[in-house]
């Protein structure tokens, strides 16, 4: 057994220090690029951190029942360089929300912007300026 610790031990080293690097990161498939929605409502929880930010924000809809919604945004990085905070969203402030929905109709989507209490208007993906907002109404989100 002790002959093969070293060789073995060895062989392990080099398969980690020479790995090819895998990027752990997921589609966009589950969100509808061709549709932007603009959501109205209360911040539940906003988490400011690696890889994803993400926002839970509840929506009254026109039935007036309360969802909801689960918001992947980009990273804080890319965030900061669009002009967001930390400190941007917190629990109970009233915004609308811009995202590219969940294909599959649940209440979730793709952040693409916001506008914030202060009347703020952030983008949310380089070269974007969150001003993409438009009217109209979807079960409290507004087309």
């Given at each position: 057994m002790k002959r093969l610790s070293g060789p073995?031990?060895?062989?392990?080293?080099?398969?980690?220090?020479?790995?090819?690097?895998?990027?752990?990161h997921h589609s966009g498939a589950p969100y509808d690029a061709n549709t932007q929605i603009t959501l109205e409502g209360e911040v539940v929880d906003w988490s400011w951190r690696n890889p994803h930010t993400s926002?839970?924000?509840?929506?009254?809809?026109?039935?007036?029942?309360?969802?909801?919604?689960?918001?992947?945004?980009?990273?804080?990085?890319?965030?900061?360089?669009?002009?967001?905070?930390?400190?941007?969203?917190?629990?109970?402030?009233?915004?609308?929300i811009t995202v590219h929905p969940l294909r599959d109709g649940k209440p979730g989507g793709s952040l693409l912007g916001a506008v914030l209490v202060d009347g703020a208007v952030l983008g949310a993906t380089p070269g974007s300026s969150g001003r993409s907002l438009s009217a109209g109404d979807s079960g409290g989100a507004k087309e």
């Open positions: 073995v031990f060895t062989g392990l080293f080099f398969l980690y220090l020479f790995q090819a690097p895998v990027y752990g926002l839970q924000l509840k929506v009254t809809g026109t039935d007036g029942k309360a969802v909801v919604w689960i918001i992947e945004g980009t990273s804080p990085n890319i965030l900061v360089r669009q002009g967001w905070k930390r400190t941007s969203l917190n629990p109970g402030d009233k915004v609308q």
